[in-house]
């Protein structure tokens, strides 16, 4: 959920394993993409408010009689996860060519926890001071939940996040894990199609092979949309071909078949089915929209402003949940419920960009810094070993 849109610089030449590609030309920044990353955001925000009917406690009632309509988009809106992977795939992918693994752990670093210790600790303090609105976690955030929660390791650890929608970022670690490895070699064409590959034969294996640490490794449930991500910025960098297009396909496949097993958890957030079909036709738009990205379909999309909006899209998902629940329960005492939602939609972004001006931005520099000085001097300490 935290992956960025940079501009490419100048791309490297390409090495011998990947000499028969057409070298790349520079392409200009997809603004598409952070519009995207703003919209799985949204999608997410949207679910958590008006798609899920077990907590009525929020809205004083049931959110599918008081707003029918929202209500029906926010139930299938929870697959804006599904978008954000596509777009992790892509971006990450982007991002790392030509750089080192420290230069992809730094990046990381930077872009992921200062906004998350921040939202971290809000959260927190709203939670000691009112009641929380998940019926299946009543008890108060204590210091060692609070603590280990900072590691975003805690999920692994068997200690409860802090708020819910974090079970996402142990997904995107687990992802830039297994492609950290790739980047002990270096990216290069071939490489990076053949870890399409493998991950893909592993993911499909990993059920039968019932070995829980595989299966923790390669999610069988969602690599298909961070391969898929990946298959496609190689044709957004080179050029599609049938290789490629096999990859995305059969990803989208993959990823249709273990919906099955994914629509059942939605459906006792909502209290009543949801189509399978209609829950595929938001996956299927997910994949068009970045697949349309790396082919240019999107390349007249040069608003700026959407860089702006990009930037908001990782501290509104820390922040939207918890907070917003307290919110929307408040202000929905004194106004209808779509006013409420669109209200408590704006003061969402202003604390998404007050943490992204305040927090991000200031601190980004100063631990970049520091960790680059701290890989320079192990470089330099251990040639002397």
């Known amino acids: 959920m935290s992956s960025t849109v940079a501009s490419h610089d100048p791309l490297p030449p390409l090495t011998a394993d990947s000499a028969v590609a057409p070298k790349p030309a520079k392409r200009p920044r997809l603004y598409v993409l952070d519009g995207l990353r703003l919209l799985a955001a949204v999608g997410v925000l949207c679910w958590h408010w008006l798609g899920v009917e077990r907590f009525q406690g929020v809205w004083h009632g049931s959110p599918s009689k008081l707003m029918p309509f929202g209500h029906l988009i926010g139930a299938y809106s929870w697959t804006g996860v599904q978008l954000f992977f596509l777009i992790s795939g892509f971006v990450i992918c ?70 819910p929608v974090y079970w996402s970022l142990w997904a995107e670690t687990r992802f830039y894990v297994l492609f950290s490895v790739l980047l002990i070699w270096g990216l290069t064409y071939k490489r990076v199609v053949g870890f399409c590959l493998v991950w893909a034969f592993l993911a499909t294996v990993a059920g039968p092979a019932d070995l829980p640490v595989l299966s923790m490794m390669v999610q069988p449930t969602y690599a298909w949309y961070f391969i898929a991500g990946i298959a496609m910025y190689l044709m957004y960098r080179f050029k599609p071909n049938l290789l490629l297009w096999g990859i995305v396909a059969f990803c989208w496949l993959m990823a249709q078949d273990r919906m099955r097993g994914v629509i059942g958890g939605y459906e006792y957030g909502t209290q009543h089915h949801l189509s399978w079909y209609l829950t595929i036709a938001y996956v299927t738009a997910a994949f068009l929209l970045v697949l349309g990205s790396a082919l240019g379909w999107f390349n007249w999309v040069r608003w700026k402003w959407l860089t702006v909006a990009g930037s908001l899209t990782y501290p509104l998902y820390l922040l939207h949940q918890e907070i917003g629940f307290q919110l929307i329960t408040r202000i929905s005492r004194h106004l209808p419920p779509y006013p409420t939602f669109f209200v408590v939609l704006v003061i969402m972004m202003g604390a998404a960009y007050l943490v992204h001006r305040l927090v991000e931005r200031p601190m980004a520099p100063w631990l970049k810094k520091k960790l680059d000085t701290s890989f320079a001097q192990i470089r330099r300490d251990g040639a002397s070993d």
């Open 94 to 163: 982007m991002s790392c060519w030509g750089r080192s693994l420290g230069d992809f752990f730094t990046s990381r670093v930077v872009r992921l926890f200062p906004a998350y210790w921040v939202a971290v600790l809000l959260t927190t303090v709203t939670l000691m001071l009112a009641t929380t609105i998940w019926g299946d976690i009543t008890s108060k955030p204590t210091p060692t939940r609070v603590l280990t929660n900072l590691t975003m390791l805690n999920a692994p650890s068997g200690v409860a996040d802090i708020d």
